[in-house]
């Protein structure tokens, strides 16, 4: 097991967001967390990746283990330069004014020298050839489609085995997103180990291997993608059915 989340509570001030939840990720799987706006799923991602404040959610019962390890105590940086998690948040979070080259490598500064470097420029670019093509443009002047690949490849340039994903389909072209999702899809086949969070759960589904659904922070269903698909809640509120 790589990351197990065990009775995770989690509060915003005096607002509760999670009611100990419990989840876990296989290496080398994919694991979809799917529910509507508000029942926290970005928050779920906040509290693994150690959010640093004021916007980190308050962690008050629970542990999330990484192979084993609890990370409640570990710093943001060194979940990345030690436990090569990373996290390509809701929004993309891009720097508009570097090129796509200088934000891939900004990703790079927890890594140990310069080994492996143009390789891993090359993967980025292979996943996607349009920043290839735009590499020495401003980040600002990319499609929305073209940023989100961005924030995937910035990602992946750190290093990471461990990839957690916030809506990458949000305000994507259809085309687009199905391109963005045969990527992580490759990746996974490579030996990524994927989180996603997505609200499309027709796709979320076709992707993962499981996953679980959230409901105002408690999970109320999980299992396999297969399973999730024919179960009636999810069929009703999230597959048109």
Request: aromatic share 6%.
């Amino acid at each position: 097991m790589l990351l197990e989340v065990k009775d995770l509570q989690v509060k915003y001030g005096n607002i509760t967001a999670l009611h100990g939840i419990s989840f876990h990720v296989n290496e080398g799987e994919i694991v979809t967390l799917i529910g509507a706006n508000g029942a926290g799923k970005t928050t779920t991602l906040h509290s693994i990746c150690r959010l640093p404040p004021p916007e980190a959610p308050k962690v008050t019962g629970g542990d999330i283990l990484l192979r084993g390890q609890s990370l409640l105590k570990v710093e943001p940086h060194d979940l990345v330069r030690k436990y090569h998690l990373a996290l390509v948040p809701e929004g993309r979070h891009i720097f508009g004014n570097l090129t796509v080259r200088e934000n891939l490598k900004l990703a790079t500064y927890a890594r140990r020298g310069e080994s492996g470097l143009e390789e891993d420029y090359q993967r980025v670019f292979e996943l996607f050839p349009r920043l290839e093509e735009r590499s020495r443009q401003r980040s600002e002047s990319l499609s929305g489609g073209e940023q989100q690949m961005l924030a995937v490849g910035r990602a992946l340039m750190s290093g990471c085995t461990f990839l957690m994903l916030d809506e990458p389909s949000m305000g994507l072209a259809p085309l687009l997103m199905y391109d963005m999702f045969r990527a992580l899809k490759k990746l996974n086949e490579e030996g990524m180990t994927i989180l996603l969070i997505e609200q499309n759960a027709h796709v979320a589904l076709q992707l993962a291997d499981r996953g679980y659904l959230l409901d105002t922070g408690n999970i109320v269903v999980s299992g396999t993608a297969a399973e999730l698909m024919e179960t009636p809640e999810i069929h009703k509120a999230y597959l048109g059915g």
